[in-house]
């Protein structure tokens, strides 16, 4: 199975930035689409977006404020979150989609807390 480990997380005011990588244990990221995913306590898992060659998508919620992006060469992959907002405050997850177009690889998650 391909392990993958995200970092980054950590306690912030609103309006800061942090920056999330999600590190997989092999080349994966270049012929697989990756998504970021986030789960506060008692909510659903939230889709925020996804990478692929076809380009990036994101929910409306955090279009213009988080960016996806990749680095082949160092099996990682980015979100970068400005402008952060207290509901932004969650676990945040990275996956991999397969060929299926199932999200089949699942990182440990990191915590975002974003104060008010």
């Known amino acids: 199975q391909v392990q993958l480990v995200e970092s980054g997380g950590g306690l912030v005011q609103a309006g800061g930035s942090l920056r999330l990588s999600c590190v997989a244990s092999?080349?994966?990221?270049?012929?697989?689409?990756m998504g970021w995913f986030r789960q506060a306590p008692g909510k659903q898992r939230e889709w925020l977006g996804s990478i692929s060659g076809s380009g990036a998508y994101y929910i409306d919620s955090v279009k213009g404020r988080f960016t996806i992006s990749s680095d082949n060469n160092k099996n990682t992959v980015y979100l970068q979150m400005n402008s952060l907002k207290p509901e932004d405050t969650a676990v945040y997850y990275c996956a991999v989609r397969s060929n299926r177009g199932m999200y089949d690889y699942w990182g440990q998650g990191t915590q975002v807390t974003v104060s008010s």
């Open positions: 092999e080349s994966i990221f270049s012929t697989h689409a």
